[in-house]
């Protein structure tokens, strides 16, 4: 661990910091013009794809037509209400009313909100403000996503299949710095197709190979370009030129009772100067639980959106610091607050580049804080992290879900093995990245997803058919509760259809009684536990979904059910060989337990066993429920 400073008492001076920290969160707010309008705002309250919904008043809503939270305004108020960069406005109506409404209100593209334009029907979606800074292409990409529309967005980025250098670091959990005018320059630039020097000290790199890039030249540390040709930065220093900085920097903070948060807002901003770091790097606050009720410390956690993470002493006092006090253990039970607070953070693994340094207040102010900075080796932004664990189907982009649709449009990363990413490659964006993985390297796929999304990263973690059933959405959740809490991103799983399902669509009925699944790889399950279940299920009469049947290193495990099978059910109990569904290599065939082709079968197959009621009649495969019967 490198010490940079020794701890010093400074007097406090008010700093001028050029970087604006006040971040509000966005609010997603649908407008209807009139009562057309109505289903489909109902529709997108009820999917929670916006935070609050309004109509006119002019569209005369009667007692029966109002829903919860439908707020009726008139189109002027409204947007005099909610006209502010953070918010993004989704209007449904005729894209030349929006027009004409907005138009007195539109002022530049830094402070205009996101504006999108949906017909009632839900046919389109198209982002006319805010496509890239206020993120309106992303919100109609996945609004298009979610109601099967179509995305219309106009932006050169999109239409020539360019990164859009201007936002594409949110994706990444990074945060834009640099002059707006400066940002104009580069986009002008990159429009004309022109060479951008990029140079990128932190933060993930994967990006740098996307075919969109090839027109790029990354700078490295050894190269002897000046600083002066940058176009763009990625880090966590203070740059006067186009930035985006991954959340890299810990702020420990430990504070006299009641101190002001103008106070510790000065101290932070005076360390980050002198270390040349920008305020857009802070990846989070940390300091003891005994300030959880600090209300200067919360109000500017609050105000500037950085997640504040508290700690016991007794947790603090476990961890070496260069400048333990014996006042602060006297009074808070541990040697440091500040330094512990921060190493702590970020999981004992950053770098203290700044020991505890003590400012005071000025005269007219109240208060004292301590700050230590502390380095993660990688971003750490687990808040805006999220992990979603998809289930692609079988294959066919028909048998996609809206839902897992909607979450790979959201994903700046796809993590899968390769064969299953080939199936989605025609609707990968041309600024989404591929990470291809191989079979038996699942540990592996899932950690490496995990480890993005903790750095802030949007992931997909794709399987086929559903990642809850034999997927990975049992390993990615267990990683992901093997983490700290507050080091967790969010974790999400989006349902597909299982190849069970489907083999049940193309056979007719088979699941219509008590069915269950078995896998027969015996890689992570014993196989005497194994054979014990599939005693249970023939003893059971349950219809059985096999997945795994035969591969070449395991070929003898499918008799072995078989004869297992034919102990407890009739030779002639029906059997389906369903193989690559939903995919050009599609085959189904019908045979009994007695007369199952071993040599048809292999890892890309499903079987269905039926039970002692199932029956094949006219090629359809049905176990009836019992309704004639009674």
Known sequence: M??????????????????????????????????????????????????????????????EQKIEGLVESLPIAFLRDHWQKNNKLIFIGSIGAVVRLISPFVKSKENDPAILVMDSKAKNVITVLGGHHQGGDRLANELAAALEAESI??????????????????????????????????????????????????????????????????????????????????????RNICSWHPPKIIIGIGCERN????????????????????????????????????????????????????????????????????????????????????ILAGDQGGRLIQEKQIYYSNEEEFGAVTIALV???????????????????????????????????RCSAWIGYGPYL????????HDQVRIDSELTFEKDRCQNALDLAKEGVKVALISSGDSGIYGMAGLALELWLNERVDSRPLFQVHPGISSFQMAAAKLGAPFMHDFCSISLSDLLTPWNQIEKRIKSAAIGDFVLAIFNPKSIK??????????????????????????????????IELHTLETLPFDQVDMLTILVVGNSQSVIKNNKFLTPRGYFSN
């Not at 407008?31 to 929670?48: D, N, T």
């Not at 990159?190 to 020097?197: A, F, G, L, T």
């Open 554 to 587: 395991r070929d003898w495990q499918l008799k072995k059910t078989v004869d297992l099978l034919l102990e407890f059910r009739n030779p002639r109990t029906p059997v389906a060989i369903a193989r690559q569904l939903g995919r050009p290599e599609e085959s």
């Open 2 to 63: 490198g010490f940079l400073l020794k701890c010093t008492k400074i007097k406090l001076s008010i700093l001028a910091v050029p970087e604006k920290t006040l971040v509000k969160t966005p609010k997603i707010i649908a407008y209807g013009f009139s009562l057309s309008s109505l289903p489909l705002l109902e529709r997108l309250k009820a999917s929670k794809n916006v935070d609050q919904v309004f109509i006119s008043e002019a569209s005369a809503l009667s007692a």
């Open 153 to 238: 967005c106009t932006s050169d980025s999109f239409t020539e299949k360019r990164i859009p250098l201007d936002c594409f670091g949110e994706g990444w959990g990074w945060k834009r710095g640099g002059d707006n005018s400066d940002w104009r320059k580069l986009m002008i630039r990159q429009s004309k197709d022109q060479k951008k020097v990029v140079f990128q000290s932190e933060g993930s790199k994967l990006w740098q190979k996307l075919k969109a890039c090839s027109n790029f030249s990354f700078l490295e540390k050894s190269d002897p370009i000046a600083f002066e040709n940058i176009d763009l930065y990625i880090g966590k220093e203070n």
């Open 259 to 342: 101190t002001d948060e103008k106070i510790i807002q000065r101290a932070i901003n005076e360390s980050f100067n002198q270390n040349g770091l920008s305020l857009l790097s802070i990846s989070c606050i940390a300091t003891i639980d005994k300030k959880n009720d600090e209300i200067g410390l919360l109000n500017l956690s609050k105000r500037n959106e950085w997640p504040i993470y508290f700690f016991s002493a007794l947790e603090l006092s476990k961890v070496n610091v260069p400048s333990p006090s014996n006042v602060v253990l006297n009074e808070m039970g541990t040697a440091s607050v500040a330094e512990a607070s921060a």
């Open 375 to 409: 380095e993660v080796a990688k971003p750490f932004a687990p808040h805006k992290g999220e992990l979603h664990l998809i289930g692609s189907g079988p294959g066919d982009l028909k048998m996609l879900t809206s839902d897992s649709r909607q979450a790979l449009t």
């Open 422 to 429: 080939n199936y989605l490659e025609s609707i990968r964006r």
